[in-house]
């Protein structure tokens, strides 16, 4: 892919958008955290999207193995994480990989992994992307040429977020003694009224960003 897709929450966020210009019932998961295997889920559960990329030298296939053993442990019944694929009948492995003929034919053959599993393996790769970015120009405009763009995936701002060496330290720490502020932003989000704006306001290294950020994180 591009360089202007240069981290895992990036390319999160662009599989994102793919997905839901495609089906506007689709279940878009962005909270960084354990994720059972799922990025996101078509609406009745039975397609699970997993979005995995990378910057190593690494072949579709083998990162195909790895997800797959894990998915086969997922579908156990006594799996904590069996409630979210008991549903599923496909999965799509979306990467930032690029693949050659043999790619194709070593993953059609290794597909053999999930016999008996009752569920169907596809991927799209770095080329299949790409296309699709053709197919949506504002989402090639923003992903890939560079225009300005105001809204992040939780993944993606994470990452933005944690960038730096120090606020990566910053953000591993707990985020506490701001119940107040919290309340009041979580009383604006769902207050039914014309409030549009609210305004946080406050010397440069207060927390402003981490405030928000925390409260797009509560469940």
Same mark, same amino acid.
């Given at each position: 892919m591009e360089k202007k897709i240069n981290s895992g929450g990036c390319f999160e966020s662009l599989i994102h958008a793919i997905l839901y210009a495609e089906d506007r019932s +689709?279940?878009?998961?962005? &909270?960084?955290?354990?994720? %059972?295997?799922?990025?996101?889920r078509s609406?009745?559960?039975?397609? +699970?999207?997993?979005a995995?990329? &990378?910057q190593k030298n690494e072949t579709i296939c083998s990162?195909?193995?790895?997800e797959l053993k894990r998915i086969k442990e997922y579908r156990q019944a006594g799996h904590p994480n069996f409630k979210h694929w008991k549903h599923a %009948?496909?999965?799509? /492995?979306?990467?930032?990989?690029?693949?050659?003929? $043999?790619?194709?034919?070593?993953?059609?053959?290794?597909?053999?992994?999930?016999?008996?599993? $009752?569920?169907?393996a596809e991927y799209w790769s770095g080329e299949i992307i790409r296309q699709k970015t053709l197919e949506h120009e504002h989402i090639r405009r923003v992903f890939l040429e560079g225009e300005n763009r105001c809204l992040y995936g939780l993944k993606e701002a994470y990452d933005m977020l944690?960038? $730096?060496r120090l606020d990566?330290?910053? !953000?591993?720490? %707990?985020?506490?003694? &701001?119940?107040?502020?919290?309340?009041?932003?979580m009383d604006f989000i769902?207050?039914?009224? %014309?409030? &549009? #704006? #609210?305004?946080?306001?406050?010397?440069?290294?207060?927390?402003?960003?981490? /405030?928000? !950020?925390?409260? /797009?994180?509560?469940?």
């Open positions: +689709v279940i878009l998961f962005g &909270r960084p955290g354990r994720d %059972s295997g799922q990025d996101a609406g009745d559960g039975t397609i +699970v999207y997993q995995k990329f &990378r990162l195909e193995k790895t %009948s496909q999965w799509i /492995l979306a990467t930032n990989i690029e693949i050659n003929p $043999n790619d194709h034919a070593n993953w059609n053959s290794e597909i053999k992994l999930f016999e008996g599993e $009752n569920i169907q944690t960038s $730096n990566a330290i910053s !953000y591993a720490a %707990s985020f506490v003694e &701001r119940e107040s502020e919290v309340k009041k932003i769902s207050a039914d009224d %014309s409030m &549009r #704006f #609210f305004r946080v306001t406050g010397p440069g290294g207060s927390g402003k960003t981490r /405030l928000l !950020y925390e409260t /797009l994180i509560i469940p």
